[in-house]
């Protein structure tokens, strides 16, 4: 017997998950018809791989929660397989700083960074209250193909993800805090302000 799930969550993990979750049900005695029936209705989790919405120009920003490099690489794989080998894609990543900064971190995040066109790296600044984070971030572009940029200033970090917000351009921004959701919907609303073809269409009404 083979039963059809129309699942929206494309990441892997998310439908090991699902599989894992109907096999389950099934040893307890629920038909797997009912358990792919309640999965095709199930939303995910809050947060996770959301399209925030995009600009006029064709900027599309999404957020994610994921801050081990592992969930990292799982959520930018499903975002490349959901628009496309073609697609140009740009991640706004904060080092994690409560992860240990070792090689093993450092070769993670080089390899969840891979599915990307271009990474924006970010971590605190190094000050007592973020000690026990001793990342060096500055190092990761030595060990990668793809074009990587670092910060360790808020401002900074903005700045160079707004000059990655070309037409066409899908930004992905992960948060570690609380004003992540926050700082993902100014980012866009900022992007819609000074978008040429978002001002052109309002002078149009206007007028």
């Excluded at 029936?37 to 920003?61: I, M, P, Q, W, Y």
């Excluded at 690489?73 to 073609?86: F, I, P, V, W």
């Excluded at 670092?150 to 900074?156: A, G, H, K, P, V």
Aim: contains cysteine; negative net charge.
């Amino acid at each position: 017997m083979q039963n059809e799930i129309l699942y929206e969550n494309c990441e892997e993990i998310q439908v090991l998950n699902a599989l894992a979750a109907t096999a389950a049900a099934h040893h307890a005695g629920v038909d797997p018809s009912i358990a792919a029936k309640a999965l095709s209705h199930f939303v995910g989790s809050k947060d996770r791989l959301t399209n925030l919405g995009s600009t006029n120009s064709g900027v599309s920003v999404w957020m994610d929660y994921a801050y081990h490099p592992a969930a990292i690489h799982a959520t930018l794989k499903a975002l490349r397989s959901r628009l496309g080998s073609r697609s140009r894609i740009v991640a706004g990543i904060p080092a994690h700083n409560q992860l240990k900064w070792d090689s093993y971190y450092r070769d993670g995040l080089i390899q969840a960074i891979s599915p990307l066109n271009h990474a924006i790296i970010f971590a605190q600044p190094k000050t007592q209250k973020f000690a026990a984070f001793e990342g060096r971030i500055e190092e990761i572009p030595e060990f990668t193909q793809i074009s990587v940029q670092t910060s360790r200033d808020y401002d900074e970090y903005r700045d160079l993800l707004s000059k990655q917000a070309l037409p066409d351009t899908n930004i992905i921004l992960f948060w570690t805090y609380t004003s992540g959701r926050e700082f993902a919907e100014k980012f866009l609303s900022n992007l819609k302000a000074n978008d040429v073809y978002e001002n052109e269409n309002l002078q149009a009404t206007k007028e």
